[in-house]
């Protein structure tokens, strides 16, 4: 479980390793733009229920923490999901990865 460490509150945000690594190309993209926006999630199991939002400002520290010493391979659909979210007025919103038939296919994930 990644996390993801915004402004100076010392409470962590944890996601998922593959999602926090396709948030952080999506946002990167709208901060270097100089762009501010929402970013939405729902809480993960094992932590009090419901979901947050926060205010992404490119003047407010952000650090992405990851568990996994390698980045995952990333998938542009959902990187597209993600900008197109991003681009709405409602913000981010973290939806699941869905894979396709030939994706799941390729990873074996069907079988």
Known sequence: MATLIYGPSDVPIHIDDRALAHLKIVIATKLRRN?????????????PGGRSTIWIHPSIPLRFVF???????????????????????GGISLVDEVLDSAEIESTGAGA
């Open 67 to 89: 568990d996994e010493p390698e980045p995952p391979q990333i998938s542009m659909k959902w990187i597209e999901q993600l900008v197109h979210s991003a681009n709405s007025s």
């Open 35 to 47: 762009e501010s926006f929402t970013l939405s999630w729902k809480h993960p199991e094992g932590e």
